[in-house]
């Protein structure tokens, strides 16, 4: 199972509540994964209240005497502070996903430089860097652009040739190139008897 990161944490705080609100138990530890250290002191902090209106007052007969003295149960209490967590971040959903990317993304940079000043002797240092990246879990980047003024000019002329290689096909291999483009296999003719 992947590591629990940030951009998980809407929706494993959701299955939550909804667990809580079916009346599911859900247990304790739930609240010091998912929640941060404040949310989970204002857990403990919102229960001792509870407790201490429990010493104060006798349990309310009625629902309307329940919510004049705002007595809750755990499982409601639990609920509140587990929706006010998932509002703060929903409402931050977008910095944590750049966050957990450029968490990413240097991991992959660290893997590349690795890999890219650890290749030995006759070994190409960024397929090396690449091979690293790869290995680390991450998809590499292939796209080195054009390295020199040589590399342009030999691409234009691999280009120019194969146009020119292209005009002397007969119509028959043109087709067959033209299906090999798009993924297709021609169709096999049958033989006349």
Not at 19 to 42: D, I, M, P, S, W
Not at 64 to 85: P, S
Not at 95 to 103: C, D, E, G, P
Request: no cysteine.
């Amino acid at each position: 199972m992947p590591k629990l990161n940030a951009t998980h944490l809407p929706s494993r705080i959701q299955e939550v509540i909804d667990q809580l609100e079916r009346g599911e138990e859900v247990h304790q530890n739930k609240n010091g994964t998912l929640l941060t250290e404040g949310q989970q002191r204002a857990l403990a902090d919102a229960w001792t209240q509870q407790q201490a209106l429990r010493k104060k007052h006798k349990p309310p007969k009625t629902e309307e005497e329940k919510q004049n003295l705002g007595w809750k149960d755990k499982r409601e209490v639990r609920i509140e502070i587990y929706r006010q967590a998932l509002g703060e971040l929903e409402g931050d959903i977008i910095n944590i996903h750049l966050k957990q990317l450029a968490r990413e993304q240097a991991q992959a940079t660290k893997a590349y430089l690795k890999g890219f000043f650890g290749a030995t002797g006759l070994q190409d240092k960024h397929s090396a860097g690449n091979i690293a990246v790869r290995q680390a879990g991450f998809t590499p980047s292939l796209d080195r652009g054009v390295a020199n003024k040589r590399d342009k000019e030999i691409r234009e002329l691999e280009k120019q040739t194969l146009e020119r290689a292209e005009d002397t096909l007969s119509d028959e291999e043109r087709e067959h190139l033209e299906w090999l483009r798009e993924g297709k296999k021609p169709a096999k003719k049958t033989k006349k008897v």
